[in-house]
T-cell receptor, first 111, second 114 residues
Framework: GQQLNQSPQSMFIQEGEDVSMNCTSS?????WLWYKQDPGEGPVLLIA?????ELTSNGRLTAQFGITRKDSFLNISASIPSDVGIYFC???????????FGPGTRLSVLP | KAGVTQTPRYLIKTRGQQVTLSCSPI?????VSWYQQTPGQGLQFLFE???????NKGNFPGRFSGRQFSNSRSEMNVSTLELGDSALYLC?????????????FGEGSRLTVL
């Protein structure tokens, strides 16, 4: 089935730094969703992308739908301690039956 | 507008027992999906219910079952619990069938099997 890969798997950054992470697939996705999950909580939807090339912002977060439809990027500017968590990308499979989730990028922010 | 509500938040069971978890979707949402999350396996899709019908099912044994009521609330049941069933069980709701809209998750039910 379709799979999503995320990189990096984990990252440690200093507070105030910008962060960039990506999500890739060998197959085309028509929607990209980015979620953040805090420890012990459910994932929270951050940004949804529906069109190739689309660039969408949500506060300090910016995500882009890759032109090839096989990747997406999430950037966080001026990181703060509450940005700590796991960031997941997701998208509906080609049959529109299911959402496929990436394995996540674990972000740690050092003070 | 209230979010997705899952109960209970935490529970401890022993091997062989069964457990029922409950999920109330966002008002107006008709699709409810269930996921199992473990550190090693990530988010694994269990099943989706839409208008009281199971629309799709993941690759889990028959011990995992679910249902949806006319008010869109959903329950999932795990029978004959095994140690490996320890996980965070997440419910997600959507206004339309999964795979075409946005998923909104609850806080999860943390199940520990001893």
């Amino acid at each position: 089935g379709q799979q999503l890969n995320q990189s990096p798997q984990s990252m440690f950054i200093q507070e105030g730094e910008d962060v960039s992470m990506n999500c890739t697939s060998s197959s085309i996705f028509n929607t990209w969703l980015w979620y953040k999950q805090d420890p012990g909580e459910g994932p929270v939807l951050l940004i949804a992308l529906y069109k190739a090339g689309e660039l969408t912002s949500n506060g300090r977060l910016t995500a882009q739908f890759g032109i090839t439809r096989k990747d997406s990027f999430l950037n966080i500017s001026a990181s703060i301690p509450s940005d700590v968590g796991i960031y997941f990308c997701a998208g509906p499979d080609n049959y529109g039956q299911n959402f496929v989730f990436g394995p996540g990028t674990r972000l740690s922010v050092l003070p | 507008k209230a979010g997705v509500t899952q109960t209970p938040r935490y529970l401890i069971k022993t091997r062989g027992q069964q457990v029922t978890l409950s999920c109330s979707p966002i008002s107006g949402h008709r699709s409810v999906s269930w996921y199992q999350q473990t550190p090693g396996q990530g988010l694994q899709f269990l099943f989706e219910y839409f208008s009281e019908t199971q629309r799709n099912k993941g690759n889990f044994p028959g011990r995992f079952s679910g249902r949806q009521f006319s008010n869109s609330r959903s329950e999932m049941n795990v029978s004959t619990l095994e140690l490996g069933d320890s996980a965070l069980y997440l419910c997600a709701s959507s206004s339309i069938q999964q795979g075409t809209g946005e998923l909104f998750f609850g806080e999860g039910s943390r199940l520990t099997v001893l």
